[in-house]
């Protein structure tokens, strides 16, 4: 017989679903339009759960965010989630650069959608706001710790001189939400075909 849940195990459940309720929310009607008590209904918990759980709304749409992200609740930072370790051990540059195109596609696929919402609602709402340029502000360092690998697997340079630093520049525009929102969202590229359009400009751009 299968042990019942311990209260850790039901409130990690529970959290989940509130979590996965508020994606579905705020994808489907944005921040504005979506309450705490829609928020609770659709995961069948009280108002005050939510509340004391994640404190605000604000709160957590930044779980949403980071579980999306991530792909799941665990906390584990990028750089040591398997993916982001394959790109750093890419055998040599080109290889490298398919990688981070490819790990690209995968978190924008998931997590493209709430980066929209959270970019629409910043302009109203300055705590959102911070919380666009902090995600801003974690993409680029992580492209910064991959184009210093990227430096060190280029013995004769990157391209057009660009060094760690500029190089992650590049990869934060062409890997974010604004490129994957044009062409996958507007202009009905598929995810792959994005990836690879991402794959070859990494490389055009920054390998001589």
């Known amino acids: 017989m299968t042990p019942p849940p311990t209260r850790a195990e039901k409130a990690r459940l529970t959290r989940g679903r509130m979590v996965e309720a508020a994606t579905g929310l705020f994808t489907e009607r944005g921040w504005a339009r979506t309450t705490v008590e829609d928020i609770a209904r659709t995961a069948g918990v009280g108002v005050q759960t939510v509340y004391f759980t994640f404190g605000t709304k604000r709160a957590l749409l930044k779980e949403v965010l ?11 930072a990028t750089l040591d989630r398997p993916w982001a370790r394959a790109v750093l ?5 080109a290889a490298q650069l398919a990688l981070q195109a490819g790990g690209a596609r995968r978190i924008l696929q998931r997590a493209a959608p709430v980066l929209e919402v959270v970019r629409g609602a910043a302009a109203a709402d300055p705590e959102l706001a911070g919380l666009w340029r902090a995600n801003l502000r974690q993409r680029h360092a992580v492209q910064e710790r991959f184009a210093r690998a990227l430096v060190d697997k280029a013995p004769s340079g990157l391209r057009e001189g660009h060094d760690a630093r500029s190089a992650a520049d590049v990869a934060t525009a062409l890997l974010g939400p604004e490129s994957w929102g044009l062409m996958v969202g507007e202009l009905g590229w598929s995810a792959r075909r994005w990836e690879d359009w991402a794959a070859d400009s990494l490389v055009r751009q920054l390998l001589p």
């Open 89 to 93: 051990g890419a055998p040599d540059p």
């Open 66 to 76: 980071d579980t999306a992200v991530a792909g799941d609740g665990d906390p584990l």
